[in-house]
Each structure stands twice: as C-alpha cells, then as structure tokens.
C-alpha cells in the first residue's frame, strides 16, 4: 500500500512483515503541461527535469548521483540514466535512482533527493510530476510525493532518505527552489538536514 506524502511528512521503511529494505528506487515522472494557442505551441520546447540524490556526512555534502555522475563512488547508489523530455507522468518514472541501502557507507547518514529544470522552466510549465519510492524486491510503491503548486521555482528539494536506529526513513521536504542543477540547491539543502 503506497502512501502520498505531504510536506514535513515521515514514513518508516521497514516491512510490513518486520525487517529493513534493501533496496529502494526514487523515482521521477511529468509532463509538460498543455500550452493554450497556436503561438505558444509553436514555440513551446521540451521541458528536461533532472533527479540527483546528494550523499550528506552530517552537514557536509560528501557524494551526488546525477545524469553526469551516474553512480555514487562507493557503487550503493545508480541512477538509470537521463531522460531529456519527460512524459511518463502519472504513468512510470522518467528517470530513477536506486539505493542499495545495506552498501550505503556508514558515514552517510542522510541522501537527499533533488529535482530540477535543467532547460530553465518553471513549474508552472510541468505537469503530473510525481517522485516516488518503490521497493526494488517487488516493485511496490511505498511512498509517493506529489509536484504540487507550479509557481515559478526551477527546483525542488523533493524527499530524503535517513537513518534511523538501525534502519532508514523518509522524510518529504517539497522545497521550492531556484536552479538548473543540484549545486545551485546545497546551502538550502542544508537547512533541511
């Protein structure tokens, strides 16, 4: 049973049955939203949102997987790859990052997910944007937290991952942002750790 996430919210990711995950995907969909007239739809181009996943070691960013660093250095997290134009929405993820979180190093104690527009349109210009956690086992969704709002921001600072005793949770931050890559967001990342 997947639950939606709202802002601020925290889940557990333990089983239902008992035990810790082991793998989790972050997954990110949208589309670009309808443009109105025949002006607009003219000049209308591909909208490319980017997932990153920021590696902290308390306050210190000390890792990032992104579409030009697609696997962490310790080999626990991979992204699958960059999708320029979007457009699985509400259906399947555009782009994915998979955490293999047993492998995650211990001095990482937080993996904070990010989105941004990396072609510059703001939010208002997206649609059905979704970023979800799935457990890789057996493809159920745990969590998803909606893009919600549109507005003028480039970014979000989207969810985290961590730990807690001796497993891991999950937090939705919903940040609005200005950026066109993760660098851009590390000093309000930080307020959020």
Known sequence: MSIDLTKGQRISLDKTGGGALSTV??????????????????????????ASAVLFAGQEPVDVVF????????GSIRHT????????GQGGDDESIVVDLP????????????????????FAQ???AFCRLVDESNGQELARYTLTGGGD???QIMAKLHRSGDGWQMAAIGAAATG????????????HL
């Open 25 to 50: 995907r972050m997954g990110l969909g949208w589309q670009a939203a309808p443009r109105k007239g025949f002006l607009a739809r003219l000049t209308a181009r591909e909208i490319d949102l980017d």
């Open 67 to 74: 579409f030009q660093h697609l696997v962490s250095d310790d």
């Open 81 to 88: 790859g960059d999708n320029v134009v979007g457009g699985a």
């Open 103 to 122: 492998r995650v190093p211990a001095h990482v104690d937080q993996i904070v997910f990010t989105v941004n527009s990396f072609t510059g349109q703001t």
């Open 126 to 128: 997206v649609q059905n």
């Open 153 to 155: 921001a480039t970014a």
């Open 180 to 191: 066109r890559t993760f660098k851009d967001l590390v000093p309000l990342i930080v307020t």
